[in-house]
T-cell receptor, first 111, second 115 residues
Framework: GQQLNQSPQSMFIQEGEDVSMNCTSS?????WLWYKQDPGEGPVLLIA?????ELTSNGRLTAQFGITRKDSFLNISASIPSDVGIYFC???????????FGKGTLLTVNP | GAVVSQHPSRVICKSGTSVKIECRSL??????MFWYRQFPKQSLMLMAT?????????EQGVEKDKFLINHASLTLSTLTVTSAHPEDSSFYIC???????????FGSGTRLTVV
């Protein structure tokens, strides 16, 4: 089946620093989604990408849908303590609506 | 918009009993709902996909007789964990979609503990 490799697995940064994480796939995806999950909560959608090459921003967050349709990255600029959490990439490919999730990136921001 | 409500948020049950978890789309009609299971410090694992009015499609390795899914209306799907055992303890999350390119809104999850 489809697999997503998400990296890094975890990051420890200082408040104010920029963050970058990415996902790569062994197969093509039609949609890339980035979610943030806080402990004990469901994932919250941050950015959705629908076209190869698409670059989309949401406040301090920027994500891109790779040209090959097999990768995506998420950047967070000027991190703040509330950015702490687990970030998941997810991709949808083929004719079904199922999402494949990456293993997540745990972000810790030191004030 | 696109709010999904999941209830209960936490439940503790005795081994051998059944537990029902509800997932409601509050402000849209969900043509498809998904049920996930998440173990601590791991990613979400898709259990099944349900479309309104039809039988759920289960992922390989998920017991359909143990995890009963009902999607009786465009705004409600339920997951019933039957004859629960301690190994069924987990975080269960639903998500809902209203179309091909929709953003898949997630519920807030249900922490199930079987004692």
């Amino acid at each position: 089946g489809q697999q997503l490799n998400q990296s890094p697995q975890s990051m420890f940064i200082q408040e104010g620093e920029d963050v970058s994480m990415n996902c790569t796939s062994s197969s093509i995806f039609n949609t890339w989604l980035w979610y943030k999950q806080d402990p004990g909560e469901g994932p919250v959608l941050l950015i959705a990408l629908y076209k190869a090459g698409e670059l989309t921003s949401n406040g301090r967050l920027t994500a891109q849908f790779g040209i090959t349709r097999k990768d995506s990255f998420l950047n967070i600029s000027a991190s703040i303590p509330s950015d702490v959490g687990i970030y998941f990439c997810a991709g949808r490919g083929g004719s079904n609506y199922k999402l494949t999730f990456g293993k997540g990136t745990l972000l810790t921001v030191n004030p | 918009g696109a709010v999904v409500s999941q209830h209960p948020s936490r439940v503790i049950c005795k081994s051998g009993t059944s537990v029902k978890i509800e997932c409601r789309s509050l402000d849209f009609q969900a043509t498809t709902m998904f049920w996930y299971r998440q173990f601590p410090k791991q990613s979400l694992m898709l259990m099944a996909t349900s479309n309104e009015g039809s039988k759920a499609t289960y992922e390989q390795g998920v017991e359909k007789d143990k995890f009963l899914i009902n999607h009786a209306s465009l705004t409600l799907s339920t997951l019933t964990v039957t004859s629960a055992h301690p190994e069924d303890s987990s975080f269960y999350i639903c998500s809902a979609s209203w179309g091909t390119d929709s953003g898949y809104t997630f519920g807030s999850g249900t922490r199930l503990t079987v004692v």
